[in-house]
């Protein structure tokens, strides 16, 4: 049965059929100078719901480890954004939701002060191939040159989806299909490395988002479509434990389990709440259908997901 995600991104396409042009694209020079070819502190801000796009900026950040460099790794919903100006090289790590980054990523870059010169490089994790990866990183890096950061890498990373409905398989999230896998970390390697390197021979990348038929997709409010399909969204006080984790993870702080409600107009319907709650006690409704988490879809798949051999001995 065709679901209400295929037939928005289908009508998404027809549309990109009907009008003009099919494919473009914006180039955007970085044609500034890094403002050091030999960083020596280096910051890995992510902001991660499920854990993908944490464990690959770790993983990038115990390889620098590895290069010499003093690493900092920081949640970007704790992390103070005055200390920016301790670093020399900045990473940000982002998941793809609703074909872009997450609303509170970009919010957050706006929000970051002036880092002129400084080497920065974007990164995302994504779900599904449809998922509209490099423009993401695009946008990344955007906001981090009108800070005056100078871009030195770009990667996206495939990763299981997180996204819950309406159900977890479809055609393009199989069961544990694109687990991160021995490749998977070589690749988040090499991107640390390869960024490295292209800083000290001082070459930054230039980067040009693409208009694409899945860029239009971006253009639906997909969010406030998702919004309305959600008829409940509560805590189920029989079974919260009052642990906190969906209060943590929420970006907007709608979520307030002690009270079993959810602030319906600040919801961004990332899922976070549900996708972290340990006790299955986040009730959330879609269109009729009451939907579970990433803990119960990795317990009910019996999916194990690898973690990279560094993580054993890199304390980040
Ligand atoms: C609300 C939501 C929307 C998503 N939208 C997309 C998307 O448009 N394209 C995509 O490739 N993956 C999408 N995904 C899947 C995530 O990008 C993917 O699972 C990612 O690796 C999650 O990273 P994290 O574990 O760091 O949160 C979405 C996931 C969620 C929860
Ligand atoms: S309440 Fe849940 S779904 Fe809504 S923004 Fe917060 S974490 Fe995301
Ligand atoms: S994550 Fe679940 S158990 Fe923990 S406070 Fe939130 S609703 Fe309650």
Redesign the pocket.
Known sequence: METRRNFIIKSAILCAVLSWPLSAATARAAAREFKTRSPQRALVV??????????YGRLIGCTLRDRGLAVDLADMRHFDKKRMADYDLIWI????????I?QNVSDWLAGIPAIPGVPVAAF??????????HNALCHVLHLLAEKGGVPAGMEAF???????TPAWDSENQRSGEHLPDQATYNAVRRFATKTLDRIQQGTPISYASEIELRELARMLPLVWL?KKAISAHTVDKAKCILCGACVKKCPVDAIHPEKQRVDRDRCL????CL?NCPAGAVVISYRGQPLYGFPEYLRRRKIAILEPPEFGHCAL
């Open positions: 992510c902001y991660s719901q499920s854990g993908f796009t944490d464990r790590g982002s998941p793809v939701f609703y074909y872009d997450p995302v994790s994504f779900g599904g191939p449809e998922g509209n990866q495939r990763s299981i989806p997180s996204y819950p998702n319907a990332c899922f976070g996708n």
